[in-house]
């Protein structure tokens, strides 16, 4: 990534009196000429009453017009004013870039339209300064905030947060008002984990967060929303949805070293995914569907060559190691050869079971005369399938891939006295 950083002229800092900033507020901007100057003077003169050393840094991430230009001018003008400018576009990439060179210890992120009151500010930024807090986010969806929006983007908003809770179980109110802040040491370890650029940057940020076990403090905000925002909403939707598969996907898997940053950090993260029985059922259906579907194109094509037992028996068999492999690695967590064969042993154990119950179908079939139509034994065996699916699960969660119980190390200079 090309990047040239553009600093404020030096200044004798025994003169003005400059410390390292407790405070750096990132404005990320996009050809913003006509409303940068105001708001960042608007911002400068907010800061100036806070007490505490602040400092505005100005993300310039591609911008074609005067921004960059106007933003160099304003960094020579305005103490504690610096500017970054990025190649290429790019919310996400300009806060990650602005955030992970800061030294100041509390990192904060507003929209350049400056839609929320800047009076948020301190009550923003008090909970990471104090220790209580991890990260703090304005919220336009509790009770107390005062918003002004229209009903299209109002609908697009609570819909998109309540799709984050019933599909990323986020307990966070709003994920993408344009002011948050996050403590600094928190940003190091958090934003290398954090793979969009662009506009779910915010989302997969703070879902990360509270699955690390991290506080994030919300405050309600006063809001007017900007008639002239160049956000394509739906685009912008879209990328988010991709964004959310993305990103389950990745904690389903166990991916997301999410156990270390909390230990690093102090917190407990959230219990992993491959423990928690909403997830498992998630992937584990989704490997179900998939298997079902295989299933039923392998018995139609063996079906032409074989008599219907035989060609039961070879798809259900060739299914059922696949499916036992799928959700040894994405339903349950467990990689690598430890114990790969004795769960595909189980898991065919399993399988003997789900013989049984669909032969027995098959052949009430034939004793009442419905064999002989692939496409009704396939409906018929497709019902018996279901069955054999939840109690595969059940079999699978509770004794195929049970967690394994270790005994504790014994304290240093003891005998251990063994594993199991």
Request: hydrophobic share 45%; with cysteine; net charge positive.
């Amino acid at each position: 990534m090309s990047v040239v950083d553009l600093h404020r002229p030096e200044r004798d800092p025994a003169r003005l009196g400059l410390v390292d900033p407790v405070i750096d507020v990132v404005i990320p901007v996009f050809n913003e000429e006509r409303a940068l100057a105001a708001s960042v003077l608007a911002v400068h003169e907010h800061l100036s009453g806070l007490p505490f050393p602040t400092r505005i840094t100005i993300a310039d991430n591609a911008s074609t017009d005067a921004t960059a230009l106007i933003a160099w001018q304003l960094a020579q003008q305005l103490d504690d004013v610096e500017v970054v400018t990025l190649a290429r576009k790019g919310r996400g990439r300009a806060l990650k870039h602005a955030w992970s060179r800061s030294d100041a210890d509390v990192l904060v992120y507003m929209d350049v339209d400056l839609s929320t009151d800047l009076n948020a500010l301190l009550p923003l930024v008090a909970p990471l300064i104090s220790g209580h807090s991890d990260l703090s986010i304005g919220t336009r969806l509790d009770r107390r905030s005062n918003t002004t929006r229209g009903p299209r983007r109002e609908f697009i908003s609570r819909g998109y947060n309540r799709l984050l809770r019933g599909t990323l179980r986020a307990r966070f109110s709003d994920a993408q008002c344009g002011f948050k802040a996050i403590r600094r040491d928190v940003a190091d370890r958090l934003l290398p984990l954090v793979e969009d650029d662009a506009w779910f940057f915010d989302t997969e940020l703070l879902v990360l967060a509270e699955r690390a076990g991290l506080r994030i403090h919300e405050i309600p905000v006063d809001w007017i929303d900007d008639p002239d925002s160049r956000v394509d909403v739906v685009r912008t939707a879209l990328d988010d949805l991709r964004g959310m598969v993305r990103l389950g996907w990745s904690l389903a898997r166990g991916r997301v070293p999410l156990a270390e940053v909390a230990g690093t950090l102090g917190r407990t993260a959230a219990r992993s995914a491959h423990g928690r029985l909403d997830a498992q059922l998630v992937v584990f259906t989704l490997i179900g569907i998939a298997s079902t579907v295989a299933y039923g194109i392998l018995y139609v094509l063996l079906r032409g060559q074989l008599s219907a037992l035989p060609a039961n028996a070879v798809a259900l068999i060739a299914t059922a190691v696949a499916n036992t492999a799928a959700n040894r690695r994405y339903t349950f967590g467990h990689r690598g050869r430890e114990r790969r064969i004795r769960h595909q042993a189980q898991g065919l154990l399993v399988f003997a079971v789900g013989l049984v119950v669909t032969t027995s179908v098959l052949t009430v079939l034939r004793a009442t005369g419905g064999s002989g139509h692939p496409a009704r034994e396939v409906l018929a065996l497709t019902a018996a399938n279901l069955f054999v699916t939840a109690t595969r699960f059940l079999a699978m969660r509770w004794w195929i891939f049970r967690p394994v119980r270790r005994t504790p190390e014994p304290p240093s200079g003891q005998g251990r006295a063994g594993t199991t």
